[in-house]
Every structure is written in C-alpha cells, then in structure tokens.
C-alpha cells in the first residue's frame, strides 16, 4: 500500500494527546523524589535535601500505616469475590427469562446506580441507614433496636463491600451476558433432544461456555487487590470507623493534605504504586498466558 | 429453545423473575426515597417518618434550593467542564487511536507510543506529587486542573477501546480509500469515524459521566467554594464531618441536624443529567465494554 510519508502525520496526530499526557501524567511522577527528602515547601522538590530511605523506616514503624494496609486488602479482597461471583448468579437468572422486554428493562434498571457518584450515592445511603432512617425504621417492626450503622467499625467493612457490589453488579453483569449469548445455541438442542433437564443444561453446557470469561475476569480482577475504592469510603466514613475503614488512598489523603505530611503520604502512595503496578502486570501475563487475552 | 413446558419449569420461571424484580427494584428505590425525601416537610424528615411516600408532601426544598446561588454556580462549573472534558475526549481519543492501531510495520515508532501510554495507565506518581504539579503549573482554582487531570487519567482506557475498534473494521475500506489517493486524514475523518458510532457514543458517555461524578480534584484543586464543581459542593454539604475526634452522639447529632430535604433536593437535581443520558446511550456501552474485555 502506498503508506509511505504517512508516519509523519500519524506523529502529527498523537502530539497533542502525548504533551496532555506528558504534562500531566509523566510530570507528576517526579514529584516521588519527595518521599525520598526531607520535603520543605518553601525550597521545593530541587532545593530540598534528600534523606534516603528514611521515611520509608519510620512508615513501617506506625501502626497507622500497618493497619491501612490491612484494611486496604481486607475491603479490597472482600469486593472481588463479592464482585466476581454476584453477577455471576445475575447473568445466570436473567438468561433463563425468556421475555425479552421484561429482560431488557431489567438490565436497564440494574446498570442505573454504576453510573451514579459515590458522593450521591453516599448521601443516600447515609441516609437509609440513618439512626432514624428507614432501615432502622423497618428493623424497629421487627423490634430491633436502632443500630447507627456507618458509626460501627465493625460493620463498616462489610456495609463497603456491600454496597458496592450492589453499585456495580448490573454494569459487571454485561460482560458475563455476551458470554453467554456467545454459547451455541445447537448444544441447548442437542442436549435437550438428549434429555436434559434445566440443571444439567446449565451445568454442562451454560457453565463451561462462560469459563473462560470467569476465569480471564478473575486472573484481571487480581490488579486490584490494593485498591479498595476511595470516592466511596471517603464518602460515607467518618472518624468512629477509621480503624476498620481507613484505606491506602483515604489516609493518603488526610496525612498529606490535611494533616501537610506530603514525605510520608507520598512514600505510601509510592509504595501502593509500585505494588499495584506490578500487580497489575502480572495479572495481565496471566491472563495472556491463560486466555490469550490481550489488552489491545 | 425450551419447547415442553412442564408445570415445575413454570414455576421456576415465576419465582426467577419475581427475584430479578425485587432486585431490580433495589436499584431504584434509593432515588425514589430521596425524591420522596426531598418532597416532605422538614419536621417529618428529622422525625424519620418520610418512607416510600412523600409525607406533607410540598415544593418548599425546591423553592429554597432556588435561592441557592452556590448550587447553581457549582451546577454551571460542572456543565462547563463536562462539555470541555468530554469534547477534549471525543477530539483527542480517534485522532491517537487511529495511527497506534497501525502495525508496526505500518508505523515503526508504534509500539514504544503504545506501551508509553500503558504506562501511565498504570503508573501514577500518586496524590501528594499531583498536587503540587498542579499548584506548579498555576492551575489551582482553573477549571483546566479539572478538564485537564481528569482527562489525562481516563483517556488511555479510552483509547484502548477505540483501538480495539478500529482494528475489527475491515481493513478493505481503508485499502480502498488509500488506492483512490486518499491521505491519512482523510481516511480518520471520512473513513474511520463515521463508522465508529457505537465506541465513540461509549467513550463520549464514560467521559460525560465521569466529569460529572468526579469530586476529589474539585475538592483539592479548587481553594475557594466558588470554584467547587456540583458533585465537590454536594459532597461538602452532606457527607463532610469534621476530620477531628469525634463521638457517636456528635455523629448523631450532626445526621439530625443537616437540612435533609433541602439535601435530599440537591441530590435529586444532581441525578437527573446522569438519568437522562445513559438509557439512550446503552446499546453503544453494551457494545463498547464488551469489545474491550472479550476479544477472540
């Protein structure tokens, strides 16, 4: 093909989006030499001296730290089981309705709240599972005394997880769903003329054709085992739960805006970009490996 | 599919589809509490007595909500950024997804550019070296920090989807056009993307959705309330506490004491763009995620 002289405009045309990117994704990374200094705002990143590995020392020494990564796994680990395996079961239930329009405005109204903002959706559920809320209200029926949910540390975790499988259940469902509208319709045939019941069919013909999905979403869902969602716990926590809810991210955040510790805020972040960086790598191979899966 | 119905398979179906519903419903009931929330009378919503039915019902938090003018201000910063985000996507995302679909042989410098953006996809430098970057760069208060640190982080994932895209046309069409002395601008803008509707329509909506939803750089890069984008306002205004101490009563206290109707309007109003764009768009993000996850 006559593509000679093309490369050039083919430069033309990524220069824009690579100075955007430069500027605000490659620039930034510089700023980590901080975690490395004795970080001085008055001097800046060039004028402030460097101290080594120090405040890397002192980070493994705070029990702050210890229990935010604790908690960061813990949440994070929690969400990717619940997050695997709920729409999962979802996919499987509404690929045996056979009303197409009952089936339709179901995954219409399923997706609804992934595309709603933990700030929202925090205010919300704030508000369900106030001390006077409906939930409350409801549990009072049943003669249970008022419980102050987001107040709890030792529900919290599990209030998180909660909501946020039921936030992203629809939206992951979709993937599950072209899976199975993939499977051959002649092996449902085939089986039935067989004899099979519904169980049978969907054990030995609707479970393996969605396997390798499972498994390519479970081998990808392990870059993110340090990431336990921040909108949504900076969203609905509060000071009572900061020794079951405080992640990564949300400390991060307090220690180094708020609280102007930008040497130890930012060897944290560092040290959950390095991790979570090679995290993700590796479960890109394995998914190649495994599904021959590429990500473009 | 299924020709013999028996009795039991019928009741199967009923009570599936009874469950999909009430879970369904669970999607929508917390839009529906906060409308009827926001519809009540303020003494029956610090009482807890609003359910699934306005109680009093009344216009009063709508009509204060008018005489908010931060409300509208933060509403209109929002709107200016979601056209700017979303437009500097919808420009930016074809113009560098269609040279990098190219084979390397095709375009040499392909691969480097490629695993470059991957990279920033992956790598960050973290919150505390973002910060000061922008405050380098004089961006703080702009509502560029919010188009631009925004756009930088999700437009990689987009042009991967686009990529994708592009590689699955058939690659006759362009042969075609190149044979008839076409250049490469003329096969990106008259070629290429008048047949990438659906990945464009899901690119355009992850982008209009995520501006919208974004809270955290309104909140860090944004100094002054004036400049606080809607989702940093609401945010502000109904799930902010006091980062100090703080006991379970105060906790309490302080969920009784906000205006909850007048908040419950807020959040209502803040729904509603969401609501009306993503129905419409559904079909293309079908399409789109499912392209980007599963690939033969």
């Known amino acids: 093909m006559r593509t000679k002289g093309f490369a050039k405009h083919y430069y033309l045309m990524l220069l824009p989006g690579f100075v955007w990117l430069i500027l605000f994704s490659l620039v930034p990374m510089f700023g980590i030499v901080i975690a490395f200094q004795n970080y001085n705002p008055g001097l800046g990143v060039f004028g402030s001296e460097f101290v080594g590995l120090e405040t890397f020392r002192y980070m493994f020494q705070l029990n702050d730290t210890m229990n935010v990564f604790f908690n960061t796994i813990y949440i994070a680990i929690m969400k990717i089981v619940g997050n695997l395996i709920v729409p999962l079961v979802f996919a499987l239930m509404l690929n045996e309705v056979r009303y197409m329009g009952l089936k339709r405005s179901i995954q219409t109204i399923v997706y609804l709240p992934h595309f709603l903002s933990w700030v929202i959706l925090g205010g919300v559920l704030l508000d369900i599972f106030a001390y006077g809320g409906p939930i409350n209200q409801l549990l009072g029926m049943f003669g249970i005394d008022p419980i102050l949910f987001f107040g709890r540390a030792d529900l919290f975790p599990f209030l998180v997880v909660g909501s946020d499988v039921w936030k992203e259940f629809g939206f992951n469902t979709i993937i599950y769903l072209a899976a199975l509208t993939g499977i051959n319709p002649a092996l449902y045939e085939a089986a039935s003329i067989d004899g099979a019941s519904r169980l049978r069919l969907l054990w030995h013909v609707t479970l393996p054709g969605i396997r390798t999905t499972a498994v390519l979403l479970a081998v990808l869902s392990l870059g993110n085992v340090l990431n336990a969602g921040f909108d949504q716990i900076f969203n609905l926590y509060n000071p009572l739960v900061y020794s079951s809810g405080d992640i990564i991210d949300t400390w991060v955040y307090r220690a180094g805006l708020l609280n102007l510790q930008y040497e130890l805020a930012t060897a944290v972040g560092l040290l959950k970009s390095v991790a979570g960086f090679m995290l993700i790598s590796l479960s890109y191979y394995l998914a190649y490996r495994f599904t021959n899966y590429r990500i473009f | 599919m299924f020709k013999s119905k028996t ?20 999607c929508i009931l917390p839009l529906w509490y906060t409308l009827a929330l926001s519809l009540s009378s303020k003494s029956a919503a610090a009482a807890g007595a609003v359910g699934l039915w306005p109680v009093d019902f009344n216009f009063n938090s709508y009509q204060q909500l008018l005489q908010d003018s ?18 500097l996507n919808f420009i930016i995302v074809p113009l560098m997804a269609y040279p990098l679909s190219k084979t390397v042989k095709d375009f040499k410098g392909r691969n480097v550019l490629m695993w470059t953006l991957i990279f920033t996809m992956l790598f960050n430098g973290g919150l505390i070296p973002l910060y000061l970057t922008i405050k380098a760069y004089g961006l703080m208060n702009s509502i560029w920090a919010l188009v631009l640190v925004g756009g930088a982080q999700t437009i990689v994932f987009n042009i991967i989807l686009t990529i994708n895209f592009f590689r699955n046309l058939p690659s006759s069409l362009e042969e075609a056009a190149l044979v008839d002395g076409a250049g490469p601008w003329y096969i990106l803008t008259k070629v290429f993307i008048p047949l990438s509707v659906p990945v464009l329509a899901t690119i355009s909506l992850f982008s209009i959705v995520y501006h919208w939803n974004e809270f955290l750089y309104g909140l860090i890069f944004m100094t002054r309330e004036e400049f606080y984008p809607l989702q940093t306002y609401i945010q502000q205004l109904v799930v902010s506490v006091d980062p100090s101490t703080m006991t379970e009563d105060q906790y309490k206290r302080l969920s009784e004491l906000s205006n909850r109707t007048l908040d419950a309007a807020k959040i209502f109003i803040a729904m509603i763009p969401v609501l009306l764009v993503y129905p419409f768009l559904q079909r293309y993000f079908i399409h789109g995620i499912t392209l980007g996850s599963v690939k033969e």
């Not at chain 2, 931060?70 to 200016?80: A, D, G, H, N, Y």
Request: net charge positive; no cysteine.
């Open chain 2, 7 to 26: 009795f039991s398979s019928k009741m199967v179906d009923i009570v599936l589809i009874i469950i999909l519903v009430v879970i369904a419903i669970t």
């Open chain 2, 70 to 87: 931060q409300f509208f201000k933060s509403f209109w910063i929002s709107v200016q950024r979601v056209v700017l985000g979303a437009g």
